[in-house]
């Protein structure tokens, strides 16, 4: 047989135009050559956040250069989400940088008081100094399941403006321009500044100029405000440790200021009446009073739901469906709860938190991994229970624009679910943390206390008091979500409202991960739930209304709400005695 003939490789003209052979032949051929690559780490290296600026203009050939370098950036499905918005406007730079003020005095007042104080000495910004500012707003207005890529991490859009700045910052530094980027706004006053329309948000603004410094190191790491961590201890090898030993981030959120809460007191004194003559109202109002001492005028229902896999051990008198039942009657706004809200004067954010069926119009937080029945198996994957937190800490935050924030859930199984989290939170046994839920019988109820004492001797086995870890292992979606509303609400400074027991277990656990979350708290209600007395005891609450209700979805928390809002009225329009 002949040997086969060779032939020249067809070349393309448009593309790359290297063969596998070469490839193969030299894997890294597609480097660059060592000086660059070291001039690369010396750029990356040098970069810092700019505070300090001369007054200097900046060539536009160099802004354009920036901008550039962000456009160049890599984007999810190359959505190339990115706005730049270049402002040079005195006026507008004055009322962004009048806003950060008073942002960083609100985050230093949440703060420890000497770590707050650490923060006010501390220069955040150069929004006056510097001779423009570019902010880098996310066109988010794309159905998230129309862009490659963001079906599943819907936030991805968000990176991909993140990933825009750096390539601007490190554009930036190469020039010998200075950049500082500044997160002290509330991003919805931000965004009214700059009259960005729904759907469009910002990541905050960057101070673009000469520097009028030159620090050598990371001037928050100068500062003693925080130190750089060895690489080696954020780096894992396949998967998380089991035993979670890494540090923890730190967190330094307060309770309300003393000063605001004996100025609550002393207010309530000054009206025509009988000191604390509202009773246990009184006490809850004094606390609205201390967390936002101008008051509240209104609010918003976070009303989370989940199915789960421990309605298999046949512990509920419903069927599954019904949570994707209630869901959609609550997002057509004619679930019980968001009824409630609305004759309170509270909006409502529904939550798909991993429904069965998932629920359309409903905001999704759902689980990605696959769920266990408390009694085998974890109920989420840590993955999951730390996203959805997170993702709960942005909807806290989202919700506490609008006031005071109430608690809600849905889900089919849940009250053996919350039993199960008290039992291992305040170390109850099965006759202590089991109710009958709702429409329960008498054999159903031995079997959740079968179930739930396995649940607990299954956790106990684990010799860990961390409450992220006890939330994965026994908890649920909404339970993940709902505390990490309780933190992100808190930390923006909001009341917030718990309605029944499956709330008030979120809120304890937001506590554990947070002890300073409890001087934002406000018990709307006492359900018949047997662990929501214990619970509530062990948060340090006395609840507003005692009625017997089973009806979950927030209603408890919106009628204690309306008992709020008109407890503020009648304070603002009683009679004063000085």
């Known amino acids: 047989m002949p040997e086969p003939t060779s032939f020249p490789r067809p070349v393309p003209t448009i593309g790359d135009t290297s063969a596998a052979h070469e490839r193969s032949a030299d894997p890294r051929g597609w480097a660059f050559d060592e000086q660059t690559i070291q001039a690369l780490d010396s750029v990356l290296t040098a970069r810092r956040d700019i505070r300090r600026f001369r007054p200097d203009?900046?060539?536009?050939?160099?802004v354009r250069a920036v901008i550039e370098s962000g456009h160049a950036g890599p984007s999810v499905g190359h959505s190339q989400p990115w706005r730049f918005i270049v402002v040079e406007d005195a006026a507008l730079r004055d009322r962004a940088a009048a806003m950060a003020d008073k942002s960083r005095l609100w985050q230093a007042a949440r703060m420890a008081p000497e770590r707050g104080q650490q923060l006010l000495d501390l220069k955040l910004e150069g929004l006056?100094?510097?001779p423009l500012g570019l902010v880098v707003a996310c066109d988010r207005r794309a159905p998230a399941v129309g862009v490659l890529g963001r079906a599943t991490f819907t936030d991805a859009d968000m990176w991909s403006c993140a990933a825009a700045i750096e390539n601007m910052w490190l554009t930036a530094r190469a020039h010998g321009l200075g950049m500082g980027w500044v997160t002290l706004f509330q991003p919805e006053e931000l965004a009214e500044l700059l009259g960005l329309p729904e759907g469009v948000e910002t990541l905050g603004w960057l101070c673009l100029g000469w520097p009028d410094e030159r620090p050598p190191a990371p001037g928050l790491q100068r500062l003693a405000w925080s130190t750089k961590l060895p690489v080696d201890d954020v780096v894992l090898r396949d998967r998380w440790p089991a035993d979670d030993s890494l540090v923890k981030p730190t967190s330094h959120l307060r309770a309300p200021a003393q000063d605001r809460v004996v100025h609550a007191t002393d207010d309530a004194d000054d009206l025509l009446t009988t000191p604390g003559s509202l009773g246990v109202l009184d006490r809850?109002?004094?606390?609205?009073?201390?967390?936002?001492?101008?008051?509240?005028d209104g609010g918003c229902l976070v009303l989370a739901a989940a199915d789960h896999p421990v309605t298999s051990h046949r512990i509920s008198s419903f069927e599954t469906h019904v949570t994707a039942d209630v869901m959609r009657a609550n997002v057509a706004g004619q679930g019980m709860g968001a009824v409630a809200a609305a004759g309170a004067g509270l909006s409502s954010l529904v939550v798909d938190a991993g429904v069965e069926a998932?629920?359309?119009?409903?905001?999704?937080?759902?689980?990605?991994?696959?769920?266990?029945?408390?009694?085998?198996t974890d109920a989420l994957s840590s993955d999951d229970a730390e996203a959805l937190i997170q993702h709960g800490k942005q909807l806290g935050c989202e919700a506490a624009a609008h006031g005071m924030v109430v608690?809600?859930?849905?889900?089919?199984?849940n009250t053996t679910v919350a039993s199960a989290l008290a039992s291992a939170l305040l170390d109850l046994d099965a006759d202590q943390s089991v109710g009958l839920g709702t429409a329960a019988d008498a054999d159903m109820v031995a079997r959740k206390r079968v179930l739930v004492t396995g649940a607990r001797e299954r956790w106990l086995a684990k010799h860990s008091d961390d409450p992220m870890q006890l939330l994965a292992a026994?908890?649920?979606?909404?339970?993940?979500v709902l505390s990490g509303v309780v933190l992100g609400a808190a930390g923006a400074g909001a009341v917030v409202v718990l309605d029944g027991l499956a709330t008030s277990v979120a809120a304890l656990l937001a506590v554990r991960m947070e002890p300073a979350v409890q001087g934002y708290l406000i018990a709307g209600q006492q359900s018949r739930e047997t662990a929501h007395a214990a619970v509530l005891t062990e948060l340090g609450l006395e609840p507003l209304l005692a009625m017997r209700l089973r009806s979950g979805e927030g209603v408890g928390g919106c009628l204690a709400a309306s008992l709020l809002l008109q407890g503020q009225r009648m304070r603002r329009l009683v009679a004063r005695t000085r």
């Open 57 to 62: 203009p900046v060539p536009e050939e160099l």
């Open 128 to 130: 006056r100094e510097a």
């Open 284 to 296: 809850a109002l004094n606390r609205v009073e201390a967390v936002r001492p101008q008051g509240v």
């Open 358 to 376: 998932p629920v359309a119009g409903a905001r999704g937080a759902r689980p990605l991994d696959p769920r266990g029945d408390l009694l085998a």
């Open 407 to 413: 608690l809600g859930e849905v889900g089919i199984g």
């Open 474 to 480: 026994l908890g649920g979606g909404e339970f993940a």
